[in-house]
């Protein structure tokens, strides 16, 4: 079993709407406190159509965010009369969900989305359905071939490093420290996810002339977030400032944090869960922000898999079909703006 795979159910995250590019709203489901696109007056696309049939797989519910993407996708599709969603299981790793897939597949259905475990190793189904005549919607994690998807719809990896490296440079500048000791505890390190996240941390930190003096991997899971996290403290008596990568594993590392009694940095987390908005709004730890990565792009996959089968474009773009790619921006969430967005959260 892979490791991403035992990921397991912690806290969900908060989720940034694609609504704009929908010109849509946004709601909670109270069942699954999904991100929903509701239908809006005036809207043609909104309008029942052609009746498509989205297929749909993703990674077992075992962790937070992944649930929020199932959760986010059935909620969607049920938000429309002229969409039938066939979700077949992933399995626990990335030749499970290949037969399943394939069983998928030999089904037909109008468009496929999916979140493979790993785009590299899923590549080459998707270039199968593609190739069966069905366009395939690439959820998150990327296929290296754009010839494997008609639309790939992700969070800013790069971007959300970009954004903690960012708000910490300029926090750090803000108290005159000018030779910070500063931590990262990321997630899989294998993950190309991972390595973007952390690349745009350290562009971020050159800026300011920053850079990390201790890196200790997890594995999006509180046990292993609170591991890495004990490690990188043993490793460092004094800290300035932290990024953890993934408020899920956060979990074990504020557990580590609180259990070593340390309270000189700050920390700033990732994904924005409900439970690290709620811990920045009420100011009671060392977690002062959060940067997003949306679980509301499996809604926002489901609308845009129901346009492509209906060989419909977005109503506010001049282009007749739905874009390529889109990528989804992280946005810092603080004690200023923790209200706003804490109604995200799932």
């Not at 999904?34 to 159509?49: C, E, H």
């Amino acid at each position: 079993m892979s490791a991403l795979s035992r990921r397991r159910v912690l806290f969900g995250g908060a989720a940034v709407s694609a609504g704009a590019l929908l010109t849509a709203c946004t709601s909670n489901d109270p069942g699954t406190d999904a991100q929903v696109k509701t239908n809006s007056s005036g809207d043609a696309n909104a309008a029942p159509g052609t009746k498509v049939v989205i297929g749909f797989s993703a990674p077992a519910a075992d962790h937070g965010w992944i649930a929020a993407i199932t959760n986010n996708a059935k909620a969607q599709a049920g938000a429309y009369t002229d969409v039938e969603l066939k979700t077949v299981e992933a399995g626990a790793d990335a030749a499970a969900q290949r037969a399943a897939l394939a069983t998928l597949i030999a089904q037909k259905p109008t468009v496929l989305v999916m979140l493979p475990h790993d785009g590299k190793e899923l590549n080459a189904t998707g270039l199968e359905a593609m190739r069966a005549g069905i366009p395939v919607v690439n959820l998150d994690r990327a296929f290296p071939s754009q010839a494997a998807y008609r639309l790939q719809i992700k969070g800013d990896n790069f971007g959300m490093g970009l954004a903690a490296g960012d708000y910490i440079g300029a926090q750090l500048k803000a108290k005159g420290v000018s030779n910070p000791i500063i931590g990262e505890i990321p997630g899989i390190d294998s993950l190309e996810l991972t390595q973007e996240r952390t690349q745009g941390f350290n562009t971020a930190l050159a800026a300011y002339g920053f850079k990390v003096a201790n890196r200790r991997p997890a594995e999006f899971t509180a046990d292993s977030g609170q591991a890495s996290a004990t490690a990188l403290l043993q490793a460092l008596p004094k800290m300035d400032a932290l990024w953890n990568h993934d408020d899920d594993q956060g979990i074990g590392v504020l557990a580590a944090i609180k259990q070593a009694n340390r309270s000189e940095f700050f920390m700033v987390g990732g994904a924005g869960s409900k439970a690290a908005i709620d811990a920045i709004s009420a100011d009671n730890s060392v977690l002062k922000a959060t940067v997003t990565y949306s679980p509301s792009m499996a809604s926002s996959a489901i609308s845009l898999a129901r346009l492509i089968g209906q060989g419909k474009g977005l109503n506010d773009l001049v282009e007749l079909q739905v874009p390529k790619q889109i990528t989804l921006a992280s946005e810092t969430i603080t004690k200023e703006n923790a209200a706003k967005y804490a109604k995200l959260g799932f």
